[in-house]
């Protein structure tokens, strides 16, 4: 068993290639592997080590909530100050325990940030969040009714805590976390610019070369933090050593969420709760341009994994890889597509996101490209419907789409072939204040967004069906871009392009309106 944990650890740096790297395997609070490899800095040539800080980026959630719950056993006390830092809301506000859980209905700060002109390595700080986060105006859903990750519900439950208790947020992690389970490097590190000893993260690939990524955001609750394997490996002690304890840190966050109607909900408290290998997780990863990272714990056989790459490989795969060797399985094949593909695959759209959805077939599945990155779905054994955490079954001339996790079920309206003629022009969304600008013609346009942060890079847009085009966003702010904004069109009695609803799986559903002729 250690013998082959021991190779899977090994295989890591071959097996994702990049500059540095650290991992470890818990079981019953003891370390069972432990290893890091490579390079902190490659330039100065500073290896990374088990004492090397990492930027744990979205992990940080957990710890928010962690901090919060501390100083506010029953968070409902706080659904004032919510409401006091959405001003211009003209819905009912979400409480707390919606921000808590992805249930806000809020459309992510990152993804607006995009829609208002941001340059992926622009600076964005203190007054930029606050002007986005105070000038929303709508939400996509009602608060409680869906999950969608939003980003700013971690800052903002951050700066609340912060406010309340008079105590600066990365004092009262180090205070009442950080020193309280061991963690005696982590710290908040909320200028993604630098980290204190000085590691890097990289962009790129073994093939193309990696470089340092610039990264000039300013996180605090929803991704600040930085801390070492060794503290991770602290992080994942404490778990362990608390799990019988429902008011421990980690019990509370870890315990069982609801949607507003009773449907369980799978994130909540900055945790998601999975399946791996059919085992029950908890856990989260984070990413930032040229830092990803994943830890769960799995209760039932009291294994925590954590894998840490300062660069762009997949560390919950690679967290995967390891919860394998350890258990002594082999990870499950998919069975292949049948030949030919099912009929029904193609392009739709969502009528109560106003979002596409391409259904694309794979040797093994088929690819959904409909939430922030494309997902990877088997497919039955005859090819009637898609099952796993997302179901796809083929409905007349629709496909019934189920996503469990967001609790979202819809059936998807199969796209009017065609491009639908000229879309050149410049659309106005008033709630944002922002534009998009389209140009072309005869079938080939490209399009830009822009507003208070700036002109946008031109994307040459994608068809879709009818009216419906892709604009991508490969690059953000964010490490995990929008991806695909959604653009439909909808035209007038003369037949030109009049309005336009525009949306990505993070922010859904703006209307932009034609200006001029």
Request: include cysteine; proline fraction near 7%.
């Amino acid at each position: 068993m250690s013998s082959r944990l021991d190779r899977a650890l090994q295989a890591l740096p071959l097996t994702y290639p990049g500059p540095g790297g650290a991992a470890a395997v818990l079981r019953e609070g003891e370390v069972l592997a432990k290893g890091a490899w490579g390079w902190a800095n490659a330039e100065a040539r500073t290896e990374f080590t088990p004492k090397t800080l990492f930027r744990i980026c979205s992990i940080t959630k957990q710890f928010t909530c962690a901090a919060v719950l501390d100083a506010f056993p029953d968070p409902t006390v706080l659904d004032d100050d919510v409401r006091t830092r959405l001003p211009n809301l003209e819905q009912p506000a979400p409480a707390a325990l919606d921000l808590f859980h992805n249930q806000s209905g809020l459309r992510d700060y990152w993804a607006i940030a995009m829609l208002q002109g941001a340059a992926p390595e622009q600076a964005f700080g203190e007054t930029e969040a606050a002007a986005i986060i105070g000038a929303a105006r709508t939400l996509q859903f009602a608060p409680g009714t869906r999950y969608s990750y939003c980003n700013q519900n971690f800052r903002i439950l951050s700066d609340i805590l912060q406010d309340r208790t008079g105590q600066g947020f990365a004092e009262r992690l180090r205070t009442r976390l950080f020193d309280r389970v061991g963690m005696e490097s982590a710290l908040l590190a909320a200028d993604t610019r630098a980290l204190p000893d000085g590691g890097e993260g990289y962009e790129g690939n073994q093939a193309a070369g990696f470089r340092p990524a610039i990264n000039r955001i300013f996180w605090t609750g929803d991704a600040g933090m930085a801390a070492s394997i060794d503290d991770m490996i602290a992080w994942e002690r404490h778990i362990d050593a608390t799990r019988d304890d429902p008011e421990a840190l980690y019990g509370r966050l870890s315990r069982p969420v609801a949607f507003a109607d009773g449907c369980p909900a799978p994130y909540g408290f900055g945790i998601r709760r999975a399946t791996e290998l059919g085992r029950p997780i908890s856990g989260h990863g984070g990413a930032l341009r040229g830092w990803r990272s994943y830890r769960f714990y799995a209760p039932a056989e009291r294994i925590s994994v954590v894998v840490l790459f300062n660069h762009m490989a997949d560390a919950h795969d690679a967290a995967i890889d390891l919860f394998a060797a350890v258990l002594g399985e082999d990870r499950p094949a998919r069975p292949p597509l049948p030949s030919p593909p099912p009929a029904w695959l193609g392009a739709y759209m969502d009528p109560e996101t106003g979002l596409s959805a391409r259904i694309e077939p794979l040797a093994d599945g088929v690819r959904l490209r409909f939430a922030h990155a494309p997902e990877e779905l088997p497919a039955d054994a005859d090819g009637a419907e898609i099952t796993g955490e997302v179901q796809l079954k083929p409905d007349g001339d629709g496909v019934l789409m189920d996503r469990p996790s967001e609790n979202l079920s819809t059936r998807l309206i199969r796209c009017a072939e065609g491009p639908g003629g000229d879309i050149a022009g410049r659309y106005r969304c008033e709630e944002l204040g922002a534009d998009i600008t389209v140009t072309g013609a005869d079938g080939v346009y490209y399009g830009a967004f822009s507003g208070f942060l700036g002109q946008g890079r031109m994307e040459l847009l994608n068809p879709i069906g009818k009216d419906v085009w892709a604009l991508p966003c490969p690059r953000a702010l964010d490490h995990t871009p929008p991806g695909d904004w959604t653009l439909a069109f909808r035209r007038d009695d003369q037949g030109r392009a009049a309005a336009a609803t525009v949306g990505c799986w993070l922010a859904r559903d703006l209307k932009y309106i034609r200006q001029g002729s």
